[in-house]
């Protein structure tokens, strides 16, 4: 078994910072979901530190959670209405809750933190199990591009640098396997410390076809949470499927 496999390794290694200065403004994604939300209850996988779901629940939609790493869920545990939210400390693929939910979300490429084969359509599968009929399952991904594959391979990324460290970047695709390897490396007085991070990545259509397996359909897909109109030049995607 690869370490990569670990649904919680992201959060054990990510959680001190992740909440740190850079990721996504919440805002556009909270307002989009919100409108699928029917009244709730709603289902994030892989809700982490409570980026999005935080917000949605102050506007008054019940928000429930699957995480794999009780890290993220300390984070999302000691900000302001977080220890309210029902959260299930799990594998998202296996969608370990019960219930029908109009709306299931997943955001910030995370789908593809599913490593394993066939994981991401049991993923899918679950999420057809607790949809309520003509429900919403939204995925937020970015469109693969081969050509970023290649200017990633070709670089070293300076990561961060400090007086103690100096963190550094190095990326290796699997073009046939779809899948590639991030390390993030750390250099110290302290030694030298390795944080890989690996994802299964997936054309929009392969994704498409995950959902129609598993019972749904494609309703609608944005470039953006904005609603902007999805076409060929989109880098990434915000899906819609019905059940």
């Known amino acids: 078994m690869s370490v ?15 909440d740190d200065p850079g990721n996504p403004d919440p805002a556009p994604a909270v307002a989009f979901l919100a409108g699928l939300a029917a009244g709730g209850p709603v289902l994030e996988l892989a809700i982490g530190s409570g980026r999005v779901a935080l917000p949605l629940a102050e506007r008054g939609i019940p928000v429930e ?7 993220m869920v300390e984070l999302l545990r000691a900000k302001p209405g977080g220890a309210d939210l029902p959260v299930v400390i799990g594998d998202m693929a296996d969608v370990p809750v019960e219930g029908r939910y109009p709306l299931v979300y997943l955001v910030f490429n995370t789908l593809f933190n599913l490593t394993v084969p066939g994981r991401q359509e049991e993923c899918f599968r679950n999420v057809a199990r607790v949809l309520a009929p003509g429900g919403a399952f939204v995925i937020e991904a970015f469109v693969p591009d081969p050509a970023q594959f290649d200017r990633d391979e070709q670089q070293v990324q300076v990561w961060s640098v400090t007086e103690e460290a100096v963190g550094v970047r190095l990326h290796k695709y699997d073009r046939e396997a779809q899948t590639f390897l991030r390390q993030t490396l750390t250099f110290s007085n302290g030694g030298v410390k390795l944080e890989p991070f690996g994802m299964r990545y997936q054309w929009p259509e392969q994704i498409d076809a995950f959902a129609a397996a598993a019972g749904m359909r494609l309703d609608a897909r944005y470039a953006d949470w904005a609603g902007t109109p999805f076409g060929p030049d989109s880098r990434a995607h915000i899906s819609v499927y019905r059940s």
Do not use: I, T
């Open 65 to 71: 959670g699957v995480e794999a790493s009780p890290e």
């Open 4 to 18: 990569l496999d670990d649904p919680g390794l992201f959060g054990r290694q990510w959680a001190a910072h992740y």
